[in-house]
């Protein structure tokens, strides 16, 4: 093999060790803010029903905490683009029965990842929380 092949080779070698080095290092972060968003999703849902269980948020300040992290209305979309239709609150029992639940369930949530390898969009994510009721 004279000089030149060798170089040659190198070189496409090199592009494609550096292709492979790239579509890992692209899924890993879309992998990361696919956990993220769950995670933050996950928390929001989670802090919005028990504050309507325990100091008795209603279902508006609820979907307003999942929607813009805070009980008073934001403007626009919500962090994440979530709309209001994306936040469903559900409330099983009286306040005075101990088998009382409030439910907050975060559907129809799209994600575009930045890798082609995880597909052009990942549809209808769901998050649902379900916490017991206390009377304050």
Do not use: C, W
């Not at 930045?114 to 649902?128: A, D, E, T, W, Y």
């Amino acid at each position: 093999m004279t000089r030149r092949n060798r170089r040659g080779s190198s070189v496409i070698e090199s592009a494609l060790v550096l292709l492979m080095f790239l579509a890992l290092f692209f899924s890993i972060g879309d992998f990361g803010q696919i956990f993220l968003l769950h995670y933050t999703l996950v928390e929001r849902a989670r802090a919005a029903a028990r504050g309507g269980a325990v100091n008795g948020r209603s279902d508006q300040e609820m979907a307003n905490y999942v929607l813009y992290g805070r009980y008073t209305a934001g403007s626009g979309t919500g962090s994440f683009g979530l709309i209001p239709a994306n936040v469903q609150i559900t409330r099983t029992g009286t306040t005075a029965d101990a088998s009382a639940r409030i439910t907050v369930a975060i559907s129809d949530l799209s994600y575009h990842p930045v890798s082609p390898f995880l597909g052009r969009q990942l549809k209808n994510m769901r998050v649902r929380v379900v916490v017991s009721s206390e009377t304050p």
